[in-house]
């Protein structure tokens, strides 16, 4: 827990998120503000200056009245104060954080911060990304484009069938199914990409100890036995609660290249994703109902709003950019039967994966923002790839080559 992101270490993340009153908007706040410093700093200062160092000094410029500014309540403000100034949490934090570290030792469980090579890149361009969330199962699923799918928890069996056969057929291009794993068509969505044998990502109102509703409970295992994922940006013991269910919604637009609304009426919880995904620039597919129903209330209102009407896959695809349009079934990922990366640093090894899944080249200011990594630590990793043989640099582009 002492790995330092953007001048923070892990555990200190980790222990303001447990804080009351600290939620996602507010820990995104201190990043923004942690970033801006620093590169203040950066810019006014040696070009030459360690950046671990100038994220250091952002982070001891946060003070009570730094985080009053970022809109934290006067309690909030003085328990996180307390915290980085004595190490001392309130409550039961201590407990929550011995059960944390307990759950991050298991394979196949993690957390992932904003500055890691692994965080979704297009979730990064959002207004609000998560500072870091929890993950169970496999971390490569976003490396796929995805396609967002929500829809109504009651939902009629035609909306059923088309969210498990669209999510199937989604799949079968090469698509990963992002939804929330709601009853209803996020089940079946989920559903039918696991009929194509594919992953598929779950993005949770909860705590991973949580998981909700119950009645998924088969379903969930179903996904991590496919090789898919499980996130949520809240401390894993959260418990369900209706207003920590829209805000998730963000995250399913945010890391998806579209959003497709399958059934929906005019006031169902869907239309929040639909909203984000329109405010983040993402496609908005909505599916035709009957008129008067009021379960296609809410997809005709979009379609009317400007949303793109869809009969079928091809339809979302057709709408996708070129390089997206055709996926082969299985990400093409690092083969380490013929390329030794087990002696590449962390970041070299992040940065290769890139590489070898996107399959383009990459100018250097596409990378840093492709990877989070400022421009001195880009450079070193660049040269560590080239001298290894695996990345080369044709006129300013980078391209895996092994």
């Not at 307390?82 to 759950?103: C, H, I, Q, S």
């Not at 990963?176 to 709601?182: D, E, N, R």
């Not at 057709?318 to 590449?344: C, G, H, K, W, Y």
Request: hydrophobic share 40%; glycine share 8%.
């Amino acid at each position: 827990m002492n790995i330092v992101h953007n001048g923070f270490t892990q555990r200190d993340w980790m222990a303001l998120s447990f804080i009351p009153g600290v939620g996602p908007n507010r820990l995104a706040h201190l990043w923004t503000y942690l970033d801006a410093w620093a590169s203040e700093d950066t810019d006014s200062g040696d070009l030459f200056e360690d950046p671990t160092t100038v994220h250091r000094n952002a982070a001891q410029s946060v003070d009570y009245h730094v985080l009053r500014a970022l809109n934290w309540s006067d309690n909030t403000a003085r328990a996180a104060m307390l915290y980085l100034k004595t190490g001392k949490l309130p409550y039961d934090a201590e407990e929550r954080f011995d059960v944390t570290e307990r759950w991050l030792a298991q394979s196949n469980q993690s957390i992932v911060f904003r500055d890691d090579m692994n965080y979704p890149h297009l979730l990064q361009t959002i207004a609000v990304p998560p500072t870091f969330f929890y993950a169970q199962g496999n971390t490569q699923s976003w490396a796929k484009p995805c396609i967002g799918v929500v829809g109504a928890r009651n939902a009629s069996g035609y909306g059923k069938k088309i969210a498990e056969q669209w999510g199937l057929e989604l799949s079968e291009r090469g698509y990963c199914v992002c939804s929330g794993g709601a009853k209803g068509i996020d089940a079946h969505a989920h559903q039918g990409a696991l009929n194509a044998q594919a992953e598929t990502i779950v993005v949770m109102g909860t705590g991973l100890f949580n998981l909700y509703p119950r009645q998924n409970q088969k379903l969930f295992e179903r996904v991590l036995d496919n090789a898919g994922v499980l996130i949520s940006e809240y401390p894993l013991t959260t418990s369900p609660r209706p207003q920590l269910f829209p805000p998730r919604n963000r995250i399913i637009s945010g890391m998806s290249h579209g959003v497709l609304v399958v059934e929906a009426s005019e006031k169902s919880g869907s239309l929040i994703s639909a909203r984000y995904a329109l405010e983040e620039n993402r496609e908005v597919f909505a599916v035709p109902g009957r008129v008067g129903d009021p379960q296609a209330s809410g997809t005709n209102h979009l379609i009317r709003q400007g949303a793109t009407l869809v009969r079928s896959v091809d339809d979302i695809v057709a709408e996708m950019p070129r390089e997206l349009r055709e996926q082969p079934s299985v990400p093409t990922l690092i083969d380490f039967d013929v390329v030794d990366a087990s002696n590449l640093s962390s970041h070299a090894a992040g940065l290769l994966t890139v590489l070898s899944t996107e399959r383009i080249s990459f100018d250097f200011d596409a990378l840093v923002r492709r990877t989070g990594l400022g421009a001195a630590d880009l450079s070193q990793t660049l040269m560590e790839l080239e001298l290894s043989g695996m990345v080369v640099n044709t006129q300013g582009q980078y391209q895996f080559a092994p």
